[in-house]
């Protein structure tokens, strides 16, 4: 029964509309298309995320179940007319769970409501779709504000494990070692 119910979740509220953020001057673009891979690497070093191999972030990008990302409507003092201003993305099986990664807005436009917007979107495209497991990694400083938008920190006891951070902290120890 707890099955059935999870897949007839409401999908979540969204708190302001993509009309009222182009007021704003900042639009919401769906898919990948358009996403400037050296663009996109520049947003995650400003916001103290690894650059990743182009190549490998392409693919990544191509193999992504849903992508969002913020784009300038028009030019500002902290923008071009164009610029990726923020972006998120989830991976998913497309019928019971999915992963959002990625979650960054530039340090500029931080503040402002566009990574709860972000957020909203997302998880809101991926209930609509059937999906009743939605989960995330987040940096601790951030763990409130998608506490906020429904998420939960480690439900029922539930630890996850990630293989790869310790591999990357072990060649990052190694690296260090070795200058």
Partial sequence: MADTLEQHLP?????????????????F?????????GELNNLFEKVGFPRRDPARLALALQNTYRTVWIRAA???????????????????????????????VAPAWQR???????????????????IATIT?????????????????????????????SKLARQLQMANGRRR
Avoid at 85 to 96: E, K, N, P, Q, V
């Fill in 29 to 37: 673009v769906w898919g990948a298309e358009g996403v400037d891979v």
């Fill in 136 to 164: 995330l990694y987040a940096e601790p400083n951030v763990v409130a504000l998608y506490e906020k938008l429904g998420f939960v920190a480690d439900p029922d006891g539930i630890r996850g494990v990630a293989y790869q």
């Fill in 74 to 104: 028009r030019k500002s003092r902290l923008a071009r007319e164009g610029a990726l201003l923020g972006f998120a993305r989830a991976t998913s099986d497309g019928a019971l769970s999915a992963v959002i990664w990625d979650v960054a």
């Fill in 112 to 130: 402002g409501g566009l990574g709860r917007a972000l957020i909203e979107r997302l998880t809101a495209s991926l209930v609509t779709d059937g």
């Fill in 11 to 27: 999908p979540p509220p969204i708190s302001k509309s993509d009309a009222a953020f182009l007021e704003d001057g900042v639009e």
